[in-house]
């Protein structure tokens, strides 16, 4: 049980880059405290993270994790987040807009559970998560005005980076 913070989860994602919170790091579960369970889903997202990744040509931060409750009421996830399990991430680019990653996903065919491209004045970074079971790929944004909208066609995509252009 547990990892060591150093372990490479996939290439150039490490164990101790799940773990992280730039608001409350005390709450952080250290990787040598997760369950079996956590640590499975964890791989799996370090894969996906890694992917993605190299779609556009530049590692994402990982702004979020795994999160256990304390963490996760800290900063107000929902009481369902599939952060409790290890099975979602939050990530950041300093060089891409989240609905750029979202487009190079969408053209790759990127298998994931549900994907979510935030708005720059909602945070600019991107919600990914993984099912245990069949992904629904489900590709959505998240708008200025705090609606969620699925995303159905690449044009939807398009469309929307448009508007959001600054
Ligand atoms: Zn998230």
Do not use: K
């Not at 963490?71 to 891409?96: E, F, I, K, P, Y």
């Not at 990653?101 to 720059?120: C, E, N, R, S």
């Not at 990914?128 to 995509?157: C, F, H, N, T």
């Amino acid at each position: 049980m547990g990892v060591p913070d150093d372990a490479m989860l996939a290439p150039g994602v490490w164990a101790c880059d799940l773990s992280v919170s730039a608001s409350h790091p005390h709450f952080v579960t250290p990787p040598e405290h997760w369950t079996d369970a956590e640590a499975d889903n964890l791989a799996r997202i370090a894969a996906v993270v890694a992917q993605v990744g190299g779609l556009v040509g530049e590692r994402p931060r990982i702004t979020s994790g795994l999160r256990r409750v304390a963490l996760n009421q800290a900063v107000g996830g929902s009481r369902h987040s599939w952060h409790l399990t290890g099975r979602a991430v939050d990530l950041a680019w300093s060089r891409h807009a989240a609905i750029d990653v979202l487009l190079a996903m969408w053209d790759a065919g990127t298998v994931v559970d549900d994907v979510i491209a935030y708005h720059p004045d909602r945070g600019g970074h991107m919600h990914i998560q993984l099912d245990g079971g069949i992904p629904r790929r489900r590709y959505r944004v998240r708008d200025a005005d705090g609606s969620y909208q699925l995303m159905v066609s690449r044009d939807d995509i398009t469309r929307t980076r448009e508007r959001w252009q600054p």
